[in-house]
């Protein structure tokens, strides 16, 4: 068995037809806390290590949006990894197909794109230090 090269699910994010009326929506009947961006992050603490601080954002996009590629994939869920690079490394070795822009870095952390077995686009995310 492999060692996990994903550490846990760092979002969920969803096409919509209007993302503010639906986050509302969600923030009404749900109680989502909606931040300004139009999404919201769930505060998570790792169980072996209870100090370690984690979260996992939820956020629908403009059915438009070209963010999960292009075509028609309606989702694309977003994989926390602990090294970008190694697991990057490790799939290019196995031939998974990864976006050729490489690893876009940000206040956010480091994200990268890669597709699954059936083609749907996969976002891996290295939080920054402390996230």
């Not at 996009?61 to 926390?80: A, C, L, S, V």
Request: glycine content about 12%; overall charge positive.
């Amino acid at each position: 068995m492999k060692k996990a090269r994903v550490t846990g699910l760092g979002g969920i994010f969803f096409k919509v037809k209007n993302a503010t009326k639906l986050a509302a929506w969600y923030q009404k009947h749900l109680g989502l806390p909606i931040e300004p961006w139009g999404g919201c992050s769930f505060a998570w603490r790792e169980a072996k290590n209870p100090k370690k601080k984690g979260t996992t954002v939820w956020s629908p996009f403009p059915r438009d949006t070209e963010y999960f590629g292009k075509g028609q994939q309606g989702h694309m869920i977003n994989y926390r990894v602990a090294d970008l690079k190694k697991v990057l490394a490790a799939l290019k070795k196995e031939k998974v197909w990864i976006d050729p822009k490489g690893i876009e870095k940000s206040e956010y952390g480091q994200f990268a794109w890669i597709k699954d077995g059936e083609g749907n686009r996969i976002e891996l995310w290295q939080p920054p230090k402390g996230c």
